[in-house]
């Protein structure tokens, strides 16, 4: 559907929506734009509507962020935030007015409203549907209707599983979520699959750095260079620190940056390595350990498709490390041991090895920790 078929149609504003992919869902976001109200989409999942908003004059669209380390909070987005996103996403990838933007990411984060709101903004397709079906997808993609799709790590695994082996039309392929496994970069490249890594958050209205197809081995684990519009840079303890007119109002810190609470750098390049969480630290024998250090060292063992690091109540260590992976079942555990013990000091050594069917992750694809066995 393009927007411009939208406009006759559209109807009375509205504030709090349930998001699924459908036309009435964008009718109603663009209804509730062009009448000036605050635009809430939710998980239908939920058993009732989102508690009170607190939105602004100039707020267009008010997000629940995925709550993974705590209680989700309200973002509002303004129209110039929109604007800004769409702007950088433009320059980054181009824009066709043949497109047609694959959504099958959940309409109530971010990543998938973004393409809806970018879709409008450029006068382009946005090709709706509600949830993630791996061959749905598949079929999107393998019959040429789909030329630009936004998916996570999680997503595309499953669209290889389900013999994805075709995409005649597709010319970017945003992959965010958090790292993409190197097994996928690999397949990747020997397939031609143009797969783009990303960084971004709520706050800053979806992507603020994108890595280039052709840099995804070479530059292995990096989210790209920052985004036209955005500054990057980073603070006290490795924090990464974004500025930008699509950064939420009031989302920045008294000094003018939106601390975002992840760790990373940049290399000589001004290439930006996402770290982990700031808060994701286990400290274990008076050590603090990034989960995320463990959690790259673990991926990259060939046999391990996925896997994730949490600290566990230790009467010797205070927190022992566990690690939790999926795939590597010809793999026994020592051997998993000494892949770490090349990559890792020996305080930063898992005490444990849980092998799991998959990893609990929210509907943005990001691994949710306080689900993980005991």
Known sequence: MTYAELDASLGPAVAAVPARGTHEFA???????????AFVPYDPRLPGPPAAVDAGPEVRTVIFTSGTTGQPKQVGLTAANHEASALASAWNLGVDPGDRWLCCLPLWHVGGLSILHRSAIYGTT?????????ARVR?????GEATVVSLVATMLRRLIDAGLSEWPALRAALVGGGP????????????GFPLLQTYG????????ATLPAAEALAKAGSAGRPLVGVELRIGAGGQILVRGPMVAPGAADGDGWLHTGDRGRLDGDGFLHVEGRIDDVIVTGGENVAAAEVEAALAAHPAVADAAVAGRPDPEWGEAIVAYVTGASDVTDAELLAHCRERLERHKLPKAIVRVAELPRNAAGKVVKAALPH
């Open 27 to 37: 009718r109603q976001l663009w209804s509730a734009w062009r009448e000036g109200t």
């Open 180 to 191: 993409v496994p190197r097994e996928l970069l690999e397949w990747a490249r020997a397939s």
């Open 201 to 208: 958050m709520t706050e800053t209205c979806s992507q603020v």
């Open 139 to 143: 079929e999107s993609l393998e019959s």
């Open 126 to 134: 946005a090709v709706l549907h509600d949830g993630f079906d791996a």
